[in-house]
């Protein structure tokens, strides 16, 4: 067994840091517990903030602190997101529960165990696991203390007073256990004083003593965890389970009036949803975004509570810097009806699959994906419908002959990847350019429509385009349909040139009883 | 040193022998300078393209662009005084061939609705067609509505639909996206009227990564104004299913005839030999003939 312990020193600091606007995080910031300074980020530190300082000592030494209290549920969804990290390097990863009984109030958990014994092999080693652990774990933006022991416990301890420990050898983890202040025990915090009255300072010193009378005066608990730090009782642990659908909360500190401080927000839940995903080797199709209001924001009854966004991908994802892209170009669309004060990201449409092979040189495969993120990148941008493909329709009636609709990202580079690797050799069916006819049979179409005709100008009963004369070249090729849906057009239609040699597409409706106002009109352009 | 060949030891290695060691620089740069760098040429000569071009499918346009078809890698400019003059046909032929080597060929603010079945008919694979529509909303499906178009005859007002058209940087966005991801064949965009050159430059510089032609079609009083393209053509009627053809700028001498390349038809051979005698003759004539006898025609 090897336990390689990530202890989090300034987890709750971080996870209170991660709630301000960026520009903030750089500012002087401390955690108070009744109106004593808990933890302070280094800013703060440089101007003389310490824990245990009062409140009102703290502000006069820095009068720009900001401050808040820690909250036990925020520091457990960031910890759970190192977990998450975690999960991708070894199966069995749990979470040490805190010990810091103080008071009615239980601290939150802030360290979190691999057995990494059987994924050493496959890592190429203790040293290469820990480096690729380290670099996991750099977007969510902790302070790491790494420590690996024989025990998980004796890892979790060496993990809260040494950065950086290696205790492969059980005899080193128990010397450097020795060392350990005996304050680390967590049942032993309740008997600090008694402790330390009797002038027990390291653990070395709580071992010497009979175990019987350890057991009477302080409890049979610090035995037993001693026992299980030192590896003599056995220590089974639970390892956590993914949860089956990412939820993940973020109460930010200030309210956040524009959508590009949504996004920063957002930024570091999706290095969340991607430690979520890495871990089951996954990719997401959607994901849910809500953004939840400032309630009663200028009394208005009107305004909703959240505003609820849902990003679907054409390609299942887990690229931090494509999926970012696309949320930017959506939310710089949006508007936001009153600040958000809370975000939540919810994903549960996931697609498990093997991991892209990263390549060299372009294929086919990297191109359709680029292809793929550029149509996405396009949509998310100037919205789907602004991405269209064109299709032909069975109809006589020219206006309703091409349906232009939202195009499909993925039909598209389907279509595309199935012609490259069809034969690329495939006789062109349309390369007898040398014909001078228009093949018999095919009435010729303009390129460009107009939906509706145009009603031209008429001089002697005939037509003028632009006050110049039209001459009449073919036709008349009549159309007359659309009984059956309510748009009757009875029309006959002619290619027509103008003096420079363009040619146009007019038409001449016929003179019925319903329609008393025969004219000419301009349907299309030869392009 | 005994282990090097004796010529290694006589003069150090050189990566590439200058050309014609014995001539004098001055003849190499009279003859063929593009054997010092190929992006070397003389104003009298035709220029060399780095890449290889993509043939437009006219032989008397192909022998005048350099290289022998239209360029990849850098944007080429069509110049016209309106859309529906026969610059889908002129292109056509070089588009297709692309969509039938596997690439996407992208249309960028078409300045109006493009018929599915006129593109079939010139050889497109509609279905492999990619509209990026920024100017106006899209059509429901179906029930297509007005469109205010510049195609018109009547300078119709589009006021009612600016309220809809997204704002011109966004179209210029996109087709820098597309030109800069390098994985789409061919792109042909109607660039928004009286652009600022700056914004050309840009695109010019997108499309160094951008494997395929690229055509930007421009009005035409952007012909006064200088342009980062390499390649500038003036599109205009020449007749019935012929266009002329002006190169303003290209990477060689300038051409001083246009060229008139008979596109793919519309009309039947003859009612186009008709029509183009009385062409010839001169607009005069055209402004007289007020009547023809069509069933002789047809």
């Given amino acids: 067994m090897l336990w390689v312990a990530v202890h989090l020193p300034l987890l709750s600091l971080e996870s209170f840091a991660a709630t301000l606007p960026a520009a903030a995080a750089d500012q002087p910031l401390a955690l108070i517990d009744a109106h004593r300074i808990v933890s302070a980020n280094a800013p703060a530190q440089q101007l003389g903030v310490k824990p245990g300082l009062k409140r009102a000592t703290a502000l006069a030494l820095a009068p720009h602190l900001t401050l808040a209290q820690a909250d036990a549920r925020r520091d457990e969804e960031a910890l759970s997101a190192v977990a998450h990290t975690a999960l991708a390097f070894t199966p069995n990863v749990a979470i040490q529960p805190a010990n810091d009984a103080v008071g009615a109030e239980q601290a939150a958990p802030d360290t979190v165990l691999l057995e990494v014994q059987g994924s050493l092999r496959y890592f190429g080693g203790l040293q290469s696991l820990l480096q690729r652990l380290q670099r996991a774990l750099v977007p969510l933006g902790h302070r790491l203390h790494l420590a690996n022991a024989p025990t998980a416990l004796g890892a979790a301890l060496l993990a809260r007073v040494h950065s950086r420990f290696d205790g492969v050898d059980p005899m080193v983890m128990q010397r450097a256990l020795d060392a350990a202040p005996v304050w680390l025990l ?342 | 040193m005994d282990l090097l060949p004796p010529a290694a030891t006589a003069s150090p290695p050189r990566l590439a022998p200058p050309p014609a060691r014995d001539q004098p620089l001055r003849r190499v740069l009279r003859e063929a300078p593009h054997t010092l760098h190929p992006t070397l040429w003389l104003g009298h000569q035709m220029g060399r393209q780095a890449d290889t071009t993509c043939a437009s499918g006219f032989a008397a346009l192909d022998a005048q662009l350099p290289g022998g078809g239209w360029p990849r890698r850098v944007l080429s400019e069509l110049l016209l005084r309106q859309p529906g003059i026969g610059e889908i046909r002129l292109l056509s032929p070089c588009l297709t061939a692309i969509q039938r080597s596997g690439r996407l060929v992208m249309l960028f603010d078409p300045p109006a609705t493009l018929s599915a079945w006129a593109l079939a008919q010139l050889g497109f694979d509609v279905e492999q067609l990619l509209l990026i529509n920024t100017r106006t909303a899209q059509l429901p499906p179906g029930r297509p509505e007005a469109v205010a178009r510049p195609l018109g005859g009547r300078a119709r007002s589009d006021r009612g639909l600016s309220s809809e058209a997204l704002p011109s940087g966004d179209s210029l966005w996109a087709l820098e996206q597309a030109l800069k991801s390098g994985h789409v064949g061919a792109v042909l965009a109607w660039l928004p009227p009286r652009l600022r050159a700056e914004r050309l430059r840009r695109l010019q510089l997108a499309a160094h990564a951008h494997d395929g032609p690229a055509f930007v079609l421009r009005e035409m009083t952007a012909a006064e104004r200088p342009t980062a393209a390499p390649l500038r053509l003036a599109l205009r009627p020449a007749g019935a299913d012929a266009l002329g053809v002006r190169l303003l700028k290209r990477r060689g001498p300038p051409l001083e005839t246009p060229l008139r390349l008979a596109l793919p038809p519309v009309l039947s051979s003859s009612v186009r030999e008709h029509v183009r005698a009385r062409f010839d003759q001169g607009a005069a004539a055209l402004q007289g003939a007020t009547f023809i006898n069509l069933a002789s025609l047809l």
Avoid at chain 1, 256 to 277: H, P
Avoid at chain 1, 387 to 406: F, G, I, N, Y
């Fill in chain 1, 186 to 527: 967590g049942p032993g915090r309740a008997h600090w004083e008694a402790l330390q009255g009797m002038g027990l300072r390291t653990l070395a010193d709580l071992r010497c003593l009979p175990r019987s009378g350890v057991a009477r005066r302080f409890s049979a608990a610090l035995l037993d965890e001693l026992d299980r730090a030192y590896g003599v009782a056995p220590d089974p642990r639970v390892s956590i389970v993914l949860p089956p659908a990412f939820e993940s909360r973020l109460e930010l500190f200030t309210r956040a009036d524009t959508t590009e401080q949504v996004l920063y927000g957002t930024g570091l839940l999706l290095d969340r949803l991607i430690a979520w995903l890495a871990a089951q080797h996954a990719f997401v199709c959607r994901f849910t975004l809500v953004m939840q209001h400032e309630p009663r924001w200028r009394r208005d009854s009107q305004t909703p509570r959240e505003t609820t966004f849902e990003l679907a991908l054409a390609e299942p994802s887990r690229d931090r810097a494509h999926l970012l892209v696309l949320l930017r170009e959506r939310l710089a669309r949006l508007v936001l009806p009153a600040p958000t004060l809370e975000l939540r990201l919810h994903a549960a449409d996931i697609a498990r699959r093997a991991p892209p092979n990263t390549e060299l040189f372009p294929t086919p495969r990297s191109e359709r994906e680029g292809l793929l993120r550029l149509i996405e990148r396009l949509q998310a941008r100037l919205g789907h419908e602004r991405v269209q493909c064109l299709a032909a329709v069975d109809d006589h009636r020219p206006e309703l002959a091409t349906v232009v609709r939202p195009a499909d990202a993925q039909a598209v580079c389907r279509a595309h990847a199935a012609v490259t690797t069809g034969s690329t050799a495939a006789a062109s069916p349309a390369d007898d350019d040398d014909s001078t006819e228009p093949a018999p049979g095919v009435k010729v179409r303009p390129v460009w429509l107009l939906n509706e005709g145009e009603p031209l100008h008429e001089r002697d009963s005939w037509p003028l385009l632009e006050g110049q004369p039209l001459q009449l070249l073919s036709g008349p090729e009549r159309i007359e349909s659309g009984w059956w849906d309510m748009r009757l057009v009875e029309r006959d239609y002619f290619i027509a040139q103008l003096p420079d040699g363009a040619l146009v597409w007019i038409y001449r409706t016929r003179q019925l009883a319903s329609n008393p106002r025969p004219g000419w009109f301009l349907q299309g352009r030869f392009g």
